[in-house]
Structure formats: structure tokens, C-alpha cells
């Protein structure tokens, strides 16, 4: 008698960094063990769904990117389903759930998610599932966890309305909106915590080092709520593991050891994700010398012909600007505000410190063979697009892997099973528990721990290469803006960064410099000329760098130079706004007849004799006509801002100096259809400021929160509020 099918559903992705894929895998996998069938796609790959004629229910997983753009492999999905010639009742046929990802740090927060559920629903679509919106700024965990396991049951309830028949409540759903399911409005998310959770019962091991770890007893959950250590939800005391002669207040917090009620609790583990690679190694007859990336088509090998430090001494952080040769090539074309990306290499010596981790030294110039495991039970498993085939050891680990990305609790769960300690299995698999999550937040995500640091803390763990392979993401390029114009620069490339320090913690024994910024410091120092000495035109030797254009910028000035705007760029997000006014000094002189809007940049730093950055060209475009209205302030300084309206007017941060000229920003903005924009941090001035923008607009044109909040959004609609922002 042949099997009866299972029921099926389809799952579709779109991811820039990979964690919508992860989530889109770990459902297509845990799928069998609910008694169903997924069929997994990415959004580009056409040939593989067709939502045209799909009958069964559908499940969008799709991150944000930018500022609030599809996904490179979701672009052309959002394209075809944003056709004004589709019919209202295009997609009357499907059924979805849509889970989105984002951050809040960032200006439209889930913005590709709501642009596709909003264009399901303009198509006749039909919701069977509440959307769920994951916020990476707080983490992700909180978000998705809930919203998995509330799916399972909701697709077996819209595969049973589909087969009979039923929808009508589903109809009556898309038709009135006020009766919708809600949204789920929650605020974390793990990328690989699966409903399939064998508990496990604590473990008081303490073996010696790297000894045979102990059975661990499986429990059953004690309800289906997952009601068992509830009480550890709160961020847990860690420590040393007890003896008989100290008690928990004596107990020192790390990352290695917990406390009660933790360490005594029954963990709901994830389950494991499933190999899919195999790696091996051929030996070669030469050495590699390829000392970049590989995407030889879009890339650059750019010089630096000026190295400056921009802050002086003692200053909080270090502002360095770099100015980059592009004469060489002509295609290599840029307008101020444009963006564009540094290729760096993963630190040399941290490259040495995990072959020997994975000792694998004596392999670091052979070729790496990746295929894939013929007994996978891996959904859509799929040979990494990043690494290329047959590249040295020594290549893959310097430009193709983050291997200082934070590790995901999917990652942590893989490496217990090659963890020799017991009570290191142990703490690796509170970590990547539900009743661990606190503790993976304060220890792990919090403070950005690296893989290096997260072995370099449980030292028998030995996890072979294939899983970093299978885990870690695509090593990054890290985004820059142009901070000059051509026309002032010709064949000229500025940009201006901070050495990013990160601080020692309990898992960094040790602080260090952000990966790009700590490379390409230590590559210009030689010929880095300091604050106040003579510029050389080189230095002892011009290093290169790999940099990419990143096209389809929307930062940039107003085409028509008559229209006003206002620039805020307190720090190093005053970069872009040079480009801008280099370029409007340089349109001055060209059309002297010309008529051009007035221009107000909101600059703000520490000290006024440490970071005050551009000090002089800020002066010299006031004086030249360039810049209108220049208005600074120092928040460590103790003497009134020069600017002030008033002594009692002392402003601290930008967005005080945007308060104490509310009439002429409001004038500038909708009366004069002029734009402002944004540059710079985006977990706290950035919000700040948007914050501002709406007290403003409230008390100057007398309307209520929501109004405001409304008017602001105009303006982002009509590309007249823009930001270009980082976390």
C-alpha cells in the first residue's frame, strides 16, 4: 500500500546576512516532525515556487537592509509584485504568514516585510497566521520564538480550511481589516531555536579537563507550555560551579558558569541543526599568493595617496581621514554622499590563533574541497556562494568567513556536540536554551563576543572545520561615505572613519579595534600625518585597498541647487556633508548667476579643541557662501556655545541646536519643500533627532503626536528625509 503524502506548505526567504535564511531552514526542517512537507525557496530562485498557482499556505521569512530596502535576493520578487498592472485579485488564491526582520536602530523598521505583506493583501491575499516584526536592535529572540511556535498549529489549521473548503473566515479577514488577527508585536528572536526541544537536566560535572563527559539524562517537559525554569527568564547570577567549602554569594559571574536557579534547571535545548558539508584538503605544489578578494569584476585595487588623523591627541576616539587615488579608473565614478565598501581581511594573527585552534596548521596552504553530505537531512542544503572552489585554507579563513561574528544559538548548539568537558556542555547548552536566554543576551550577544572568544572560553571544545563553514556568515564589507566631491577632488576619493575600540569584558579578557578600522589603521600609520604637522603627498610607500561602489545611493544633495536644506551630522557623520558642500562651492563658481537655497548643517562633538572636526573648511564655507548657517555645539565643554541664542541657551547635542531654530526648520521643510538629512549614530542620536523633528513639527504647526509623526513620515515618503546611519 503506497505512503500517504504529507501535507505540504512553502517556505520562502529573502536574507542579506543569512538570518532570515536560518529561520526559513530550521522550519523547513522541523516540518517532518509535525507531520508536514516544505518546500524551501529563496525569493530569487523563480524556477523553484510559483505563487501564482500555489494552493497550499505560504511563509515569508524576509529581512530588511539599508535604509529599509529588499534584500539583494528579494529585489526582484518586490519588483514584480509592485506592477501597477496586476490585478486586484492576483493573489486571491493564497494563503501566507509573514514573519519580518529588522531593526529599530534603523529607519524603516521591517520596512521590505511590510512593503510585501501590504502589496499580498492590496493582490487579494489572504492571512492565516499573525505577521510577526523581530527587532535585531533589542535581539531577535523574544520575536520568533513565539511566533514559531504558535505556526505549526496555525498551518495545520489553514491546511485543513484549505482541503475542506472553508475560508470564509480568511476572506472576511483580507476583506476587513479591522477584523484581522494582530500583528505580533514582540521584541526578540533566535535564529535557530526550534519547537523539537529535548530537555535536559542539569549537570553538576566538574570533570577534569577535557575527560568524558556524563550521560545527560533526558526529561520530559513538565507541561507543553514550556512552564519548567520559568524562573530563570531573569538575567541569571553566573559563576564558578559550587564546592562544599564557598556558597553563591562568594560565586564570581562569567560567561563559563551559572547560578541557580539556572544551573538546576531542565533545559529545553534546540534541536541539532544537520551537517550538510564535507570538507577536504589537497595539497598543492605552490603556495597561493592571492592576498584579496576574489570578485576581481566589481572590485578596485585602490592606493592611498593621504593618511590624516583629523581628532587631536587625548581625544574620546580617534577620527582619521583617508583619501584614496581613483584616478586609474575612470568607471570608478561617485557623487557626494554616495557610499562605498572597504574589502578587509580578518586579522593575521587571529587567522593563526583558530588554525591552531583547529589544528590545522600544517594544512593552511592547501586547497579546501567543500561538497555536500549525500545523507543531509538538511532542507535545500546548498554549497556556501561565498567560498570559492579550491582556494587555500589560509584564503578561506583571511576573506571568506566572519570568524569574528557573534555565534548563533544554532552554532552554540552544534558545538556542545564536540565539547569534551562535561560541565562546559553543560553552560554551552544553557547558552542556547530558552530558560538560557538572559545569560546569552549578557554574555554573548551584548557585548558582541567573537567566535575566537567564545572557544578561547571553553577550550575542550574541538569543532571541526566543516561546521564553521557551515555556521559562520560571509566575512562583510564594511560600508563607507564619500566624504568629497569630484569636482574639487578630481580623481579623489575621501572618506573619514573612527578606530573603533571594543572595551574588555568577561568573555574579552582583552579589548581590541574594530575589524576594518583596526586594518586599515595599522595599514596607513606609516604614512598617517598627525594635527598640526605639514602634509606629505605619500609617505614611505601608497598601500591599497579593495573597495567597491555600492550602487543606488539616494543620499545625496537636491538636484535643483535652489532648493534649501539642513544637514545633522554630529562626529564623523558630518563626512557626507563636506562632500556636499565642496560640491555646492565648486556649483557656486561655475554659475555665479545661479540661484542657490540656503544651506544649515547642525554639527556637534565633544571639545572644541579635540574633535572638533573640519573646523576650518566648516569656516571657510561659511565665509565663501557655500554653507548659510553653522551652528555647533560641545556637550564636554564648559564654556557657552559662541552660538547660543541667549546665555541661558547652552545646547549639548544637536538636536538642542535643532530646538533653538524650530521656526527656521519648520519654514524650511514645508513652506520652502526643502529636506533634511540625518548622519551618523543610529541607536542614539539618530532616534534623538527624529524625536526632535516631531516635538517640533507639534509645537510649530500646532497639531497632535500622531499628526506629527504623519507629516515626518511624508517626508520619507517624498525622499526629503534622509539618513545614512549605522548601529
Not at 530646538?659 to 527656521?664: C, E, F, N, R
Request: net charge negative.
Amino acid at each position: 500500500m503506497p505512503c500517504e503524502a504529507k501535507p505540504r506548505f512553502v517556505v520562502v526567504y529573502g536574507s542579506q546576512k543569512g538570518q532570515a535564511q536560518s529561520i526559513a531552514e530550521g522550519i523547513a526542517e522541523e516540518a517532518e516532525e509535525h507531520g508536514l512537507a516544505a518546500d524551501l525557496s529563496c525569493l530569487d530562485q523563480n524556477e523553484k515556487y510559483n505563487l501564482e498557482k500555489e494552493s497550499a499556505p505560504v511563509v515569508f521569512i524576509v529581512s530588511t537592509t539599508g535604509d529599509g530596502e529588499p534584500p539583494d535576493n528579494t529585489l526582484q520578487f518586490v519588483k514584480r509584485i509592485k506592477k501597477k498592472a496586476l490585478p486586484p485579485d492576483h493573489y486571491k488564491h493564497l494563503c501566507y504568514a509573514l514573519l519580518a526582520l529588522g531593526d529599530t536602530n534603523y529607519a524603516n523598521f521591517c520596512n521590505c516585510g511590510k512593503t510585501i505583506e501590504r502589496r499580498l493583501r492590496e493582490l487579494g491575499a489572504k492571512q492565516f497566521y499573525p505577521t510577526g516584526y523581530a527587532d535585531d536592535g533589542s535581539g531577535l529572540e523574544v520575536v520568533v520564538d513565539p511566533w514559531l511556535e504558535g505556526l505549526w498549529s496555525a498551518i495545520t489549521e489553514a491546511l485543513s480550511k484549505m482541503a475542506s473548503d472553508k475560508t470564509p473566515d480568511l476572506k472576511e479577514n483580507a476583506e476587513n481589516p479591522a477584523t484581522e488577527i494582530p500583528d505580533v508585536q514582540l521584541n526578540l528572536l533566535s535564529l535557530t531555536d526550534q519547537q523539537s526541544c529535548d530537555p535536559v537536566s542539569p549537570s553538576r560535572s566538574t570533570d577534569s579537563k577535557y575527560a568524558s563527559p556524563p550521560a545527560i539524562r533526558d526529561l520530559r517537559p513538565a507541561s507543553s507550555s514550556g512552564g519548567a525554569g520559568l524562573a530563570s527568564q531573569r538575567p541569571s547570577s553566573v559563576a564558578a560551579p559550587k564546592t562544599q567549602t564557598c556558597n553563591d554569594a562568594e560565586l564570581a559571574a562569567s560567561l563559563t558558569f551559572s547560578l541557580p536557579p539556572l544551573s538546576e534547571s531542565s533545559l529545553n535545548v534546540p534541536a541539532l541543526p544537520p551537517p550538510f558539508l564535507d570538507v577536504t584538503f589537497q595539497d598543492v605544489d605552490s603556495v597561493e599568493q592571492t592576498v584579496g578578494p576574489l570578485n576581481r569584476e566589481t572590485l578596485f585595487e585602490v592606493p592611498v595617496s593621504k593618511a590624516v588623523q583629523l581628532s587631536r591627541g587625548d581625544s574620546v576616539k580617534t577620527a582619521l581621514l583617508l583619501e584614496l587615488d581613483i584616478s586609474a579608473y575612470p568607471t570608478m565614478t561617485y557623487q557626494p554622499g554616495d557610499s562605498f565598501d572597504v574589502f578587509c581581511p580578518n586579522r593575521a594573527d587571529e587567522v593563526d590563533n583558530m588554525l591552531r585552534r583547529l589544528d590545522l596548521q600544517d594544512q593552511k596552504n592547501h586547497h579546501v574541497l567543500i561538497t555536500l553530505r549525500k545523507d543531509t537531512k538538511k532542507k535545500g542544503a546548498q554549497l556556501p556562494s561565498h567560498i570559492p572552489q579550491s582556494v587555500s585554507l589560509l584564503f578561506l579563513l583571511t576573506w571568506c568567513l566572519e570568524i569574528r561574528s557573534v555565534p548563533k544559538k544554532a552554532f552554540l548548539r552544534a558545538l556542545v556536540e564536540h565539547t569534551a568537558d562535561g560541565a562546559q556542555r553543560r553552560r554551552l547548552q544553557e547558552l542556547c536554551s530558552k530558560q538560557g536566554a538572559a545569560d546569552y543576551n549578557l554574555y554573548v550577544r551584548d557585548p558582541s563576543l567573537g567566535v575566537p572568544e567564545l572557544l578561547a572560553a571553553f577550550p575542550s571544545c574541538s569543532p571541526p572545520l566543516s561546521l564553521l563553514i557551515e555556521h559562520l556568515p560571509k566575512l562583510q564589507p564594511r560600508p563607507y561615505s564619500a566624504a568629497s566631491s569630484r569636482l574639487k577632488h578630481p580623481g579623489k576619493l575621501r572618506f573619514v572613519f573612527n578606530a573603533v575600540e571594543l572595551p574588555a569584558c568577561p568573555g574579552r579578557p582583552a579589548g581590541r579595534r574594530g575589524l576594518c578600522t583596526g586594518w586599515l589603521f595599522d595599514l596607513i600609520n606609516p604614512c598617517l600625518v598627525f594635527p598640526g604637522k605639514l602634509e606629505s603627498s605619500g609617505g614611505p610607500f601608497l598601500p591599497k585597498i579593495p573597495v567597491s561602489l555600492r550602487p543606488n545611493c539616494s543620499f545625496r544633495p537636491p538636484p535643483d541647487p535652489s532648493v534649501p536644506f539642513i544637514m545633522v551630522g554630529p562626529g564623523t557623520g558630518v563626512a557626507p556633508f563636506i562632500g556636499f558642500l565642496q560640491q555646492r562651492e565648486e556649483e557656486r563658481k561655475e554659475k555665479p548667476e545661479a540661484m542657490f537655497g540656503e544651506t544649515w548643517l547642525f554639527f556637534g562633538c565633544r571639545h572644541r579643541d579635540k574633535d572638533y572636526l573640519f573646523r576650518e573648511e566648516l569656516e571657510d564655507f561659511v565665509s565663501g557662501g557655500a554653507l548659510t548657517h553653522l551652528r555647533v555645539c560641545f556637550s564636554r565643554d564648559d564654556r557657552k556655545d559662541e552660538e547660543a541664542v541667549s546665555s541661558a541657551a547652552q545646547p549639548r547635542y544637536v538636536q538642542h541646536n535643532l530646538l533653538l531654530h524650530s521656526q527656521q526648520v519648520i519654514d524650511i521643510l514645508f513652506r520652502q519643500n526643502g529636506s533634511v538629512y540625518i548622519c551618523g549614530d543610529a541607536k542614539n542620536m539618530a532616534k534623538d533627532v527624529n524625536e526632535t523633528l516631531v516635538e517640533i513639527i507639534k509645537s510649530e504647526l500646532h497639531v497632535d503626536q500622531l499628526d506629527a509623526m504623519k507629516k515626518l513620515a511624508q517626508l520619507r515618503e517624498e525622499k526629503r528625509y534622509l539618513q545614512d546611519i549605522w548601529a
